[in-house]
């Protein structure tokens, strides 16, 4: 003890203790019949990754789980990984093969990219992880999984392969989700919506067979128009009764398109009642074209630029440079009749923000409904539980209007569709310029071949990863499909794949399926359901009993808390100090910012985030940013603070308090005689009891509470000062009794805080527990997080004991409530004298503490009865069931406070004269803005206030009457 500070010092002993938790293998699991298995998968984060206050959140909540778990002697698994995240990594290797070398992918080929980034994911892929361990987590490393591992690819293989061969992954020609920029497509959870402030363009299009006559339509992407190739209107609406069947000659084109009838896309209440039809480039016009067998016309190229499809001019432009000349050439010809502002959702890529394009596209896709009807019915036959469960609604509404989920993505990181074709006999194929096979799409076919397209070869359900070596028709050479599985095919088998599926190992028998889950409401759709799916379909089991969804982290005005978007921060910033630039893009234009971080230590910021988690409820982290005169900031987290705070007292009282009075002690034995140590003992249990159940129930938050108030208000606050006269005192038995209560409620204490505050706790117990040795008190073990969890059942209850000590407690509070609230009373001045006017069934609480309760209240003398009168001059409280007097005679001169109180009473009462005629002012009220006017409110309540206490504090001077 001597060598260390008395002042917590985290950076002294977070990277020691993880060290020693790592080098004993406290984190490892092995399966086996002798113990409750209890399992976590983590949620993978993506290999390109760096921690944010998101990740801090979800992970510290696991490792407080996996602790707890721990600790009650099961055999913990939280099994670690990382996701290869196909798109978000590949564009950052293309993007720095382009900043170095100025290449893009096809100048270098498929090959040697996919050797960039697997170097890539060696050199940086560990970064999260090293981050994860700063955040405490107590994973089994040595399990760590990656979504492309040999094993874990082999079930990826094996679903696409049996869902292929049942008929649920399918290929086929649909709109789909388009990112240009990544030139890929994505499936509807990838999309993030923005409101942008655009135009409603309406256009008339001229009869083909009378000019003069027109329909006008209205669209919000005018260069859409060039893929039209109808336009529809109501059965029912009567404007158009004599133009059905006819045709309109669609601008800029030249061609003619038929006006059709339709009961669903056309609203007769709507505008004009007439809509174009683009069913190349639009969901519900897409709809409309199938159910009228339209031609569908793609007019865009990958990149986004226009193709063959449309008039020459406009080959080759950009989609919003061709909307420009569009509109532009629209007007020239008189066909723009109006342009109206409007401000819409549109979908953006949720990797680049790229504005999405509905494309037809030659994709492959998974049939959903057989595959939601198991998730479905494992949601509401209770199998898979949602904490909060208001969740399940969310799952459940999600399952009832999911779409069949397109699942190839147009790049070369990830796994790779195992359908291979022949060019030789499939004409719906041909090798493009960079040797990459490519499937044509209808428009892009030979008519005359239209329908000789020859089934893919697809490896068979029982030999899954064998590649196929030849064409079985011709015997010519396979070319594989290009494109790879978006990323959540393979994470919708995380809980599967790291446990061993598809073959039957250990670890898939012991661990699956998985306890809990832990994750962010915003990918129960893109993960929590496929994998319930997955699981339900080829293990016939759901992969986790427990869905814990925890809220989001939002700044001080209620924004997502964000790095990128400059309202955020790298929590290892803040758990080991240091300083960043950060670049806030809400603001127009974008500022740049340079921030100073204190170093909080992780059991700090693990406090001050799971102290307010709630189960779904959202968490607002109040930052305070101070400036420097050199345009940095320093940035101070309050509820940070509290939580450094918190450590500071856990530190001090164990080594300063704790410790040195219980070395050498003769432990005490049976029940103590004392009431202060049957009360702590009870309050103790009681304590235990509820954060055992918070935990159980996923309630962090709440258990947070419960131990902070049990450790500071009971056990420091109050059993450490009301103790203190016995610990210092000559009675060895009475000495002995507190210095065993206090010893074993720290011991428990320490364990009940470990799995939230994993640091500091396994420090202290080293001491501890040594001490525990050294006095021949049972031996709990050489590491905290290993430890047994306190029992409460071992502890008995005195409810009785309970009543005494809390009524003592009370009236000590209203002492010092009266110390507070009295002008009159000066902070640390001792008070002469306090009365307790109690029952007697209270005095044998107030005896035995009676020495402790002068200390903490910082007062001379007690007078203590059943027969006391109440004093001249007193402030006086009810509290704990007995009236509470303090004689304020000889604190003060009586008549010269009287006279000071009525000063100020007169004086705040001219104010708020002055305040009141403002507001009753009529004028004032309508002109005044309102920031104003509830500023003037607000002194005026303040102000009622004042006088309010100065006139309590007048009155119990019982010097004058009350005053009117």
């Known amino acids: 003890m001597k060598d260390r500070p008395d002042a917590y010092d985290p950076s002294r002993i977070e990277a020691q203790v993880y060290g020693r938790w790592e080098s004993d293998g406290a984190f490892r699991s092995l399966p086996g019949k002798d113990r409750t298995h209890f399992c976590i998968v983590i949620p993978p984060p993506n290999v390109t990754g760096a921690l944010h206050m998101g ?396 329908n000789a397209a020859v089934d893919p070869v697809v490896p068979g359900a029982q030999d899954p990863m064998e590649d196929p070596g030849a064409c079985p028709a011709c015997g010519g050479a396979l070319e594989q499909d290009p494109d790879v599985l978006d990323t959540w095919f393979s994470s919708q088998l995380w809980p599967l794949s790291t446990l061993g599926w598809p073959d039957e190992t250990d670890d898939l028998a012991a661990y699956y399926p998985t306890n809990v889950l832990v994750t962010a409401r915003d990918i129960i759709a893109l993960w929590v359901a496929r994998m319930v799916m997955m699981g339900m379909k080829f293990r016939g089991a759901q992969p986790f009993h427990d869905v814990y969804v925890h809220g989001t982290i939002l700044d001080e005005t209620g924004d997502i808390m964000s790095k990128s978007r400059g309202n955020g921060f790298d929590p290892v910033k803040l758990i080991q100090g240091g300083e960043d630039t950060l670049v806030d893009r809400r603001k127009d234009p974008p500022e740049e910012r340079r921030e100073h971080y204190k170093a909080y230590g992780t059991d700090a910021v693990r406090y001050g985030v799971l102290s307010m988690a709630t189960a779904g409820q959202d968490i607002r982290l109040v930052v305070s940013r101070e400036g420097r005169s050199d345009g940095s900031w320093d940035v101070e987290v309050p509820r940070f603070e509290e939580g450094r705070r918190f450590c500071n007292k856990i530190w001090q009282v164990t080594r300063g308090v704790v410790l040195p009075r219980s070395e050498g002690m003769t432990p005490a034995s049976g029940p103590s005689p004392f009431l202060l140590d049957r009360w702590m003992t009870s309050r103790l249990a009681e304590g235990i009891d509820a954060v055992t159940g918070h935990l159980e129930d996923y309630e962090i938050g709440d258990a947070c509470s419960v131990f902070y108030h049990l450790f500071w208000d009971d056990f420091c606050s109050w059993y450490v000062e009301m103790a203190k006269p016995r610990l210092w005192g000559d009675d060895a038995g009475a000495r002995s009794h507190a210095q065993t209560t206090m010893l074993e409620t720290l011991t428990a204490l320490l364990r009940l805080m470990h799995p939230v505050m994993p640091f500091i706790t396994e420090s202290l117990w080293q001491e501890v527990t040594a001490l525990r040795r050294s006095c021949g008190l049972e031996d709990l073990g050489d590491r905290i997080i290993t430890a047994a969890w306190p029992a409460a059942g071992n502890l008995p209850r005195d409810p009785e004991a309970e009543r005494l000590v809390e009524a003592v407690r009370a009236a000590a509070a209203a002492v010092n409530n009266i110390r507070g609230e009295n002008p009159s009373i000066k902070e640390n001045q001792k008070l002469p004298h306090v009365m307790l006017a109690a029952p007697l069934d209270l005095m044998a609480g107030i005896d035995e503490m009676r020495e402790g309760f002068l200390r903490f209240v910082n007062a001379a003398t007690l007078t203590s009865g059943s027969d006391l009168s109440k004093p001249d001059a007193c402030a006086a409280a009810v509290a704990g069931g007995m009236d509470v007097w303090v004689p304020l005679e000889g604190l003060v001169d009586a008549v010269a406070e009287m006279a000071r109180l009525e000063k100020r009473i007169a004086a705040a009462g001219k104010k708020l004269e002055t305040v009141e005629r403002k507001l009753a002012n009529d004028k004032f009220l309508a002109k005044a803005p309102e920031e104003i006017v509830a500023k003037e409110r607000g002194k005026r309540d303040e102000l009622l206030q004042t006088i309010e206490k100065l006139r309590a504090s007048l009155d119990a001077l019982s010097l004058s009457p009350p005053l009117s």
């Open 55 to 450: 990740h801090a959140l979800n992970n510290s909540l696991q490792d407080v789980i996996i602790r707890y778990h721990r600790m009650l002697g099961e055999n913990t698994l939280w099994l670690p990984g990382v996701d290869h995240a196909g798109v978000a990594t590949q564009s950052v290797v293309e993007r720095t093969l382009w900043e170095e070398d100025g290449k893009t992918r096809y100048d270098v080929g498929r090959e040697a990219l996919l050797e960039r980034i697997w170097a890539w994911k060696e050199r940086f892929g560990g970064r999260i992880v090293d981050q994860l361990k700063i955040l405490g987590c107590s994973c089994d490393w040595e399990r760590t999984r990656f979504t492309m591992d040999e094993g874990l690819s082999k079930a990826v293989r094996t679903v696409f392969v049996r869902l292929y061969h049942e008929g649920l992954v399918y290929r086929g020609t649909r709109l789909v989700n388009w990112c240009p920029n990544h030139r890929t497509a994505l499936s509807n959870d990838e999309l993030v919506y923005k409101e942008i402030r655009g135009h409603f363009w309406h256009i008339r299009y001229p009869l083909a067979d009378d000019p003069s006559r027109g329909v006008v339509v209205a669209t919000t992407r005018p260069e859409t128009m060039l893929g039209d190739t109808a336009v529809a209107v109501h059965p029912r609406d009567g404007r158009y009764s004599d133009i059905r069947g006819r045709h309109v000659v669609l601008p800029l084109t030249g061609r003619t398109i038929p006006v059709v009838e339709d009961e669903i896309l056309p609203d007769p209440e709507r505008g004009t009642g007439a809509v174009k039809v683009t069913p190349g480039h639009d969901p519900n016009d897409y709809a409309c074209g199938v159910r009228l067998g339209l031609p569908m016309i793609n007019i865009l190229e990958q990149d986004g630029r226009l193709n063959r499809n449309v008039p020459e001019q406009y080959r080759g432009l950009d989609r919003f440079e061709a909307r420009r000349r569009v509109v532009e050439d629209l007007e020239k010809q008189g066909l723009l009749l109006e342009t109206e502002d409007h401000a819409h959702e549109v979908a953006h890529c949720y990797r680049c923000s790229d504005v999405i394009e509905p494309y037809l596209s030659d994709q492959w896709f998974v049939k959903m409904q057989p595959l939601v009807a198991l998730a479905r019915k494992a949601g509401v036959d209770g199998l898979v539980r949602f904490h909060p469960p208001s969740r399940l609604k969310q799952y459940l509404d999600w399952l009832d209007t999911t779409p069949d989920w397109c699942i190839s993505r147009q790049i070369w990181w990830g796994h790779r569709i195992p359908v291979w074709y022949c060019p030789s006999c499939d004409p719906s194929v041909r090798i493009d310029d960079h040797g990459e096979i490519v499937r044509l799409t209808e428009d892009q076919r030979d008519p005359s071949a239209m």
